[in-house]
T-cell receptor, first 114, second 115 residues
Framework: GESVGLHLPTLSVQEGDNSIINCAYS??????FIWYKQESGKGPQFIID?????DKRQGQRVTVLLNKTVKHLSLQIAATQPGDSAVYFC?????????????FGKGITLSVRP | KAGVTQTPRYLIKTRGQQVTLSCSPI?????VSWYQQTPGQGLQFLFE???????NKGNFPGRFSGRQFSNSRSEMNVSTLELGDSALYLC??????????????FGSGTQLSVL
């Protein structure tokens, strides 16, 4: 089964507000995390990533926070825009010897109200 | 640089048939992963190929198989289709299979409907 899960299936925010999407993971050996955005009819699109030796990473309007103590990952979107409406997935990478695999959470729908 | 290309975009098959899906990775990417996406199960890992070798495999029956060619292009095959195989099949490429190269770039997928 999946080791990555999301706290809520849907999130509705007002345009211009900040959004926070949370993700819990269960494998303390996960060494790399990625957030993806998927719009209708398209494949997942890379947003931002973070390695396990970091706590925070910032991109353009997005920030990913990693709390290894409680195995929690969050994606913060500043000044949410209608174009941010999509399904968001967190993914964790677990390395085992020479192999590694990216496992995805179920996804959360972000809906932006005008 | 062209993105990941998947063909065909849509497929309709009947139970018992087989299907082959194709994926062309981003130029320079040597690793190709396949995922099945359904509304109920989300993104499920099928398998990954690197240098024409399967490096990793998910929990899918043997009806699901794949291969990779010397130019890194990949195909996946599903034999004896079942209704439950209806899904969006996504291909993703990356530079390689190791953590530092694990950023996946996805194609738009092939939407398979089994009737």
């Amino acid at each position: 089964g999946e080791s990555v899960g999301l706290h809520l299936p849907t999130l509705s925010v007002q345009e211009g507000d900040n959004s926070i999407i949370n993700c819990a993971y269960s494998n303390s050996a996960s060494d790399y995390f990625i957030w993806y955005k998927q719009e209708s009819g398209k494949g997942p699109q890379f947003i931002i990533d973070i390695r396990s030796n970091m706590d925070k990473r910032q991109g353009q309007r997005v920030t990913v926070l990693l709390n290894k103590t409680v195995k929690h990952l969050s994606l913060q979107i500043a000044a949410t825009q209608p174009g941010d409406s999509a399904v968001y997935f967190c993914a964790e990478n677990i390395s085992s010897g020479a192999n590694s695999k990216l496992t995805f959470g179920k996804g959360i729908t972000l809906s932006v109200r005008p | 640089k062209a993105g990941v290309t998947q063909t065909p975009r849509y497929l309709i098959k009947t139970r018992g048939q087989q299907v082959t899906l194709s994926c062309s990775p981003i130029s320079g990417h040597r690793s190709v992963s396949w995922y099945q996406q359904t509304p109920g199960q989300g993104l499920q890992f099928l398998f990954e190929y690197f240098s024409e070798t399967q490096r990793n495999k998910g929990n899918f029956p043997g009806r699901f198989s794949g291969r990779q060619f010397s130019n890194s292009r990949s195909e996946m095959n599903v034999s004896t289709l079942e209704l439950g195989d209806s899904a969006l099949y996504l291909c993703a490429s990356s530079l390689g299979p190791w953590t530092g190269q694990r950023k996946l770039f996805f194609g738009s997928g092939t939407q398979l409907s089994v009737l």
